[in-house]
């Protein structure tokens, strides 16, 4: 029998494979390894991180990297409902801020799960329900409220076994929003956006011209003024889903290649930051953090997007990613928006049909039309297979926390358990 030749893990860090088995496992991701190591070292506060591992033979052939932490359900509502909930979260904790074991990746691009590219359907079906049985277990041992799989795309999500998720419900995910670099130059480019677009962009970069930019990889002397303006932004932002450390805008463009500030000056004053990571396929925006004030007198947002798309078209990095929220604006600044689902089951039957009954009435609505992303469109369920079976796999218990603890496996192997922001 296929399950006879598996076995699973959980251990309490992400980064718990090998760099080379990790790109066999996750050929796509944006974020490379080095990121996922920083975000684990670092941690972010409210968050634990762990990784779901299943094997044959010792050779990993699913990854799914997972969180714990509380879930404002008001990231994800529309923007008349949003004081309306926040109000009563204070009143209803347990059903607004449930306590979550995601599975995804709570810090960066969209989320994934790590599959060998070389698994045949009838195994990967295996592997699949093996899976699915420890994740429940881990998720009532954790006492997690929810269990969620959050903003998977329809190319990241392609291979999620769909037939095997029947009792989760769906809610809209934030949008992200990425340029394709088409263009031979900067002109070029602001040719392509609405006659109205073009012409306040180019008022915009005509009145900024006071602003200068440092691009930097020593952050060191401007460190302290990156932080706080990284936190007056997620202060003034509707949306906020976890918040770095100090530590890691210290350490990221020491340990992550491609890592690199871009410094907005104006008569010596820092108004702005961008962090981006450079690769050789695509230019990924990390963070902007800006003097709420002074960078909007300076028009510094659109200035900062206007040379980030110049630097794509010098350098031929193919597309930009400009990470998520404010679709609408970047939707005008060219940008294409993909749209994201969450995947979601509460543990109590009935605060579960109530909380996908609210999800069809407040979630998240964004700001741009954009179809629903389609999950799980590449599975294919053997023909021979029948429903996914909820019985426990003998000796999953030993995979669940005790007391915050994780116990070992009889068989010797790591189980453990982590961190998310």
Not at 161 to 169: A, E, I, N, V, W
Not at 336 to 353: C, D, E, G, K, T
Not at 393 to 409: I, S
Request: proline fraction near 7%.
């Amino acid at each position: 029998m296929l399950r006879n030749r598996l076995s699973c893990e959980i251990h309490p860090r992400l980064d718990v494979v090998s760099a080379a088995e990790w790109n066999r496992l996750f050929p796509s991701l944006l974020d490379p390894i080095e990121m996922i190591r920083l975000i684990q070292d670092v941690g972010l506060d409210g968050f634990s991180f762990h990784s779901l591992v299943v094997r044959s033979a010792g050779r990993p052939l699913l990854l799914l990297p997972l969180f714990v932490a509380r879930f404002p359900l008001s990231t994800l509502v529309n923007d008349a409902m949003r004081p309306a909930v926040n109000a009563a979260a204070k009143w209803l904790p347990g059903l607004l801020t449930p306590r979550i074991l995601g599975v995804g990746f709570a810090e960066g691009e969209w989320s994934q799960v790590g599959m060998d590219p070389s698994v045949g359907p009838e195994l990967l079906d295996a592997v699949w329900e093996l899976a699915l049985e420890a994740l429940e277990a881990l998720a009532d041992g954790l006492r997690a409220d929810l269990t969620a799989f959050v903003h998977f795309t329809a190319d990241s999500g392609r291979l999620l076994p769909m037939s095997k998720l029947r009792g989760f419900s769906e809610l809209a995910g934030l949008p992200y929003s990425v340029v394709p670099i088409v263009f031979q130059n900067q002109e070029a480019y602001i040719r392509t956006l609405s006659a109205k677009m073009r012409a306040d962009l180019r008022r915009k970069l005509r009145n900024a011209r006071a602003v200068s930019v440092v691009k930097t990889r020593e952050p060191g002397p401007w460190l302290e003024a990156i932080y706080q303006l990284y936190l007056e932004t997620v202060a003034n932002s509707e949306v906020v889903f976890g918040v770095q450390r100090r530590a890691y805008f210290e350490r990221i463009c020491r340990t992550v290649p491609g890592a690199e500030y871009w410094l907005y000056f104006a008569n010596e004053r820092l108004l702005a930051f961008k962090l981006v990571v450079v690769t050789s396929d695509c230019l990924i925006d990390k963070y902007f953090g800006m003097d709420h004030l002074r960078g909007r007198e300076h028009s510094v947002y659109f200035v900062a997007w206007a040379q980030l798309i110049q630097h794509c078209i010098e350098q031929n990095i193919p597309t930009y990613h400009a990470g998520q929220s404010e679709e609408d604006t970047k939707g005008r600044l060219g940008a294409q928006s993909i749209p994201s689902l969450i995947l979601f089951r509460h543990r109590n039957a009935v605060m579960h049909r109530l909380l996908s009954f609210l999800s069809r009435h407040i979630s998240y609505e964004p700001k741009v039309p954009l179809p629903k992303a389609q999950l799980g469109t590449d599975w294919r369920m053997p023909p021979s297979q029948g429903p996914l079976r909820r019985e426990p796999a003998a000796g999953l218990e030993d995979l669940v926390p005790q007391n915050g603890e994780t116990r070992p496996p009889s068989d010797g192997a790591n189980h453990r358990v982590s961190k998310l922001a």
